[in-house]
C-alpha cells in the first residue's frame, strides 16, 4: 500500500462488549465517521451485560451500522484500503462477531486485515485529532474491565507499569452503583449524583495510595462502602446518598492520580494520557487537570466520544500501525477474551 500519495482509508469494527461500532479513519488525520448501536437500554433490566444478549444484537446491528459508516463518511467499499476489528480483550461471544465480519469485508475486497487490542485503542484514542500526533509519555487507562498505568514509548512499543490487583476503577464504580440501587450503568449515576455531595463526607480508604508501585487495588474500598452502608439508615436520605458517591469517588480518583502523576515524575515523562470510560467522570477530568498543570505535565485526555467503547480508536490505531509500517494480521488469528497489552 502507498501512503506517501495519500492517507489511508481505514474501516473499523469495535464489538468487544455491549457496543456495535463502526468508524472509518483516514489515516491519522481525520475520523470520518464513527457510529455506534448503543444496548444499554438492552442490559439495564438485568443491571449488567448479559453476552448472550450481546453477541445476538452485535449480529443484529453489524451490517446496518457498517451501512451507516459508509454513507455517513462519504466512502464506498471499494475506496477502502484496509479492515480492521478489535481481537481482544472482551466477550469471546462478541469479539467473533466483529471479527470475523471484518475478516470478511477484507478478504472479500481483497485488502489488509488487521487485529487490534481493545486497550492499545484506548491508549491512543487521547490522541485523535491531535496535530502533533502520538507521543512518547505516560498513560492511564481507566475503564470497566481494566486499570492500567503504562509508559508509551511509540506505536506497538508499550510498557505496562502497574495494573490492578482485582476490580477495575470502572468495576468498583458499578458494584457501588449496586449496592446503592442506582440505576445501570451506575459509573454516570455515581458522578451525578457526587456533584451535590460531600468528598469528605465519609472516611474511605485509599487502597495502596502510598505502595510505592503502580499496582491498584479496589476491593478495600468496595467492601468499606459495603460496611459502611451497614452504618446508615436503610432508606439512605439523599444527602447521605450523594455524600456517599462523593466520598467514594474521590477515594478512587484520588488513588489514580497519584500514581499517574507519581509514574510520570519516576520516568521523567513530560505528557499525561487519560482514556477509558471512568476517564468521562466529570471530578477526575477536572482533579487530573489541576494535578498535571501543578506538575508541569502536558494532559492528553480522550474526548467524552472516544473515551468509551467506539470504533474510532480502533480505525485510528489501525492507521498508525500502518503508517508506522507493521504489517497486517494474518486472517487465521483467533480472538483473544484476555488478550494484554504486553507483559505485566
Do not use: W
Request: with cysteine.
Amino acid at each position: 500500500m502507498n501512503t506517501s500519495e495519500r492517507q489511508p482509508l481505514v474501516l473499523a469494527i469495535e464489538t468487544s462488549c455491549d457496543e456495535t461500532a463502526v468508524s472509518i479513519a483516514r489515516g491519522t488525520n481525520e475520523i470520518l465517521c464513527s457510529e455506534i448501536a448503543s444496548q444499554i437500554a438492552i442490559h439495564k433490566p438485568y443491571g449488567g451485560v448479559v453476552p448472550e444478549l450481546a453477541s445476538r444484537n452485535h449480529n443484529l446491528a453489524i451490517q446496518p451500522v457498517i451501512a451507516a459508516a459508509l454513507e455517513n463518511g462519504g466512502v464506498s467499499l471499494s475506496q477502502l484500503d484496509a479492515v480492521a476489528a478489535t481481537a481482544g480483550p472482551g466477550l469471546a461471544s462478541s469479539l467473533l462477531i466483529g471479527d470475523t465480519t471484518g475478516k470478511a469485508l477484507a478478504l472479500g475486497l481483497g485488502k489488509p486485515f488487521y487485529s487490534i487490542n481493545h486497550i492499545e485503542g484506548h491508549l491512543l484514542s487521547p490522541f485523535i485529532g491531535d496535530d502533533n500526533g502520538i507521543r512518547e509519555g505516560i498513560a492511564l487507562v481507566v475503564s470497566g474491565g481494566h486499570t492500567l498505568i503504562v509508559k508509551i514509548n511509540a506505536v506497538d512499543d508499550y510498557e505496562v507499569l502497574g495494573s490492578t490487583k482485582d476490580d477495575a476503577a470502572g468495576e468498583a464504580f458499578d458494584k457501588v452503583a449496586k449496592m446503592l440501587d442506582l440505576p445501570y450503568p451506575g459509573g454516570p449515576e455515581i458522578d451525578k449524583l457526587a456533584r451535590e455531595g460531600d468528598p469528605a463526607a465519609f472516611d474511605l480508604p485509599r487502597s495502596m495510595i502510598d505502595s510505592g508501585d503502580f499496582q491498584f487495588s479496589f476491593s478495600g474500598l468496595k467492601t468499606a462502602v459495603f460496611y459502611l452502608l451497614q452504618k446508615l439508615p436503610e432508606a439512605l436520605s439523599e444527602t447521605d446518598l450523594k455524600n456517599v458517591c462523593a466520598s467514594f469517588q474521590q477515594a478512587v480518583i484520588d488513588v489514580l492520580i497519584a500514581k499517574t502523576i507519581a509514574a510520570a515524575k519516576q520516568t521523567g515523562s513530560k505528557l499525561v494520557a487519560v482514556s477509558g470510560g471512568v476517564s468521562c467522570n466529570s471530578q477526575l477530568r477536572r482533579d487530573i487537570t489541576s494535578a498535571c498543570e501543578k506538575a508541569g505535565l502536558e494532559l492528553a485526555i480522550a474526548t467524552p466520544h472516544h473515551s468509551t467503547d467506539n470504533a474510532a480508536m480502533i480505525a485510528f490505531t489501525a492507521a498508525a500501525r500502518i503508517e508506522a509500517g507493521i504489517s497486517p494480521s494474518l486472517l487465521n488469528t483467533d480472538v483473544n477474551p484476555n488478550l494484554k497489552l504486553a507483559a505485566d
